[in-house]
Structures are given as C-alpha cells and as structure tokens.
C-alpha cells in the first residue's frame, strides 16, 4: 500500500517538475519578440489588406490564407448533421 | 411553444431584424469583425427562437426541411469556389494569386472570393444550427 502512494507520489512530482521546467522557458506573457508573434504575423499585419482585399485581418486569414482549414470546418458542420440525421431524423414508426 | 402574448409578439416583431442583422454579419464578414460563422449562427438562433415561441411547426414553414437540405450540401459550392484557383494554375482555394479582382478595400465588393466564401458559410451554419436544434426538439416531442 505504502509502495504504490510511493510510486504515484514520485510520478506527481517528476511531471510537476517537467511541467514546471516547460512553464519557466516560456517566453513572458503578452512580449512581443514572442515566436508566436515573429514568424507570420507580420505578415498578416503588413500585407493582407494588399493580398486579399479584406479590411478584417480575421476574414483575411480564415478564408483566404487558411481556406482550406475553414473547408475543413464547414465539414465538421456537415458531419454533425449528417449523424444526427442519420440517428434521429428517420419518419416516425409509432 | 408559449401562449404568452408579450413573449409571442416580441419574438414576432423581432425576427425580421435578428436575420436582417444576421445577413449584415454574413455580408459585411470582410469588412466589420464577423463572418459566415457568426452570422449564420444570429440566423439559426432566429429559427430557433421562432421553434421555442410558436412551435415546430411554425419554423418548419418559413424554412423547411427541404431548404436545409440544399443549404447543407453548400459545402460542395465551397470546394468548386476552390477549383478556380486550381484552374488558374495555383493553389486549391487560391484567390488574389488566381486572378480573382480584389477591389478596393473596403468596398461590398471586394476581397476576391472571401465574400462568396462568406455568404456559404453562412447559410450553410444556419441550416445546420436549425437542423440540430429542430431533429433533436422533434425526437424530444416523441
């Protein structure tokens, strides 16, 4: 009994300090030399009004840089209903 | 479905303007924040209020079943808007690259192929949040 609270306790604090190395070599919140906001942000920032005619960055990306992931979403969509159809939406039997 | 009349002629006097600015949402997706997505859910949630204050039956008649079919199929107009680019001679969905006129920004008409995209989007999001809402309300009344 004693052994497994041993095992579990040595499993709690090896993953606490893994997280907690991962947690300290985070880049600050909100810094702006962040690799989040350095590799295509600025990008986005400076030419989607040229490159895609959208005054809305978001749209912009959604549906002109990342148009294949937003086909990807209305499919999500599509196969939300099509299994909630394919459960419930047959004619009543009773 | 409810028989009280301030619920009843709310609802009745509201769902004209709920759509109304839900195609807004939809139409101006490339210009104000929003799009397809959020505007087609402010759609869907009109049908669904009309579902919750007149009944099923009621919402049925201003956008049956047969209507959400189609729109639910739209996703295939998504992917023949992706085939021009493909026809130009680049990238699947490409649209500025493609040759697709960009317009001035800023414009209703312009950002290539984001407002087609856009108006899809959102009827499609519209049928589905009214198809689930009314076949799981359906199976509920037995």
């Known amino acids: ?33 962040a690799p989040a906001y350095t590799h295509v942000v600025p990008r986005y920032i400076e030419r989607s009004v040229v490159e895609t005619g959208a005054t809305n ?36 039997d009773d | 479905m409810t028989e009280d009349i301030i619920v009843k002629t709310t609802a009745r006097l509201m769902t004209p303007f709920i759509q109304m600015f839900g195609l807004y949402i939809i139409l101006h997706g490339h210009l104000t924040p929003g799009g ?32 959400s079919t189609v729109l639910e199929s739209s996703t295939i107009v998504y992917v023949l808007i992706g085939f021009i680019g493909i026809a130009a001679g680049v990238n699947f969905l490409a649209s500025g690259a493609a040759g697709i006129p960009l317009g001035r ?7 290539g192929m984001i407002l087609a995209l856009n108006i899809v989007i959102g009827f499609k999001v519209a049928s589905t949040g009214k198809t689930l809402f009314y076949t799981l309300a359906k199976e509920d009344e037995g």
Do not use: C
């Open chain 1, 1 to 33: 009994m004693i052994r497994k609270w041993l095992i579990r306790l040595i499993f709690i604090v090896l993953l606490g300090y893994l997280v907690a190395g991962f947690v300290v070599g985070l880049p600050p919140f909100g810094s702006a030399d």
């Open chain 1, 57 to 92: 960055i978001i749209s912009g990306i959604i549906l002109d840089y990342r148009a294949y992931d937003t086909m990807g979403e209305a499919t999500v969509l599509f196969t939300a209903a099509l299994a909630i159809l394919s459960l419930l939406g047959g004619e009543k």
């Open chain 2, 36 to 67: 397809g997505f959020q505007g087609g859910a402010v759609i869907g949630a009109s049908m669904i209020l009309l579902a919750v204050v007149y009944g099923l039956e009621e919402g049925e008649k201003r956008m049956s079943h047969d209507l």
């Open chain 2, 105 to 111: 920004p800023g414009d209703l008409l312009s950002g």
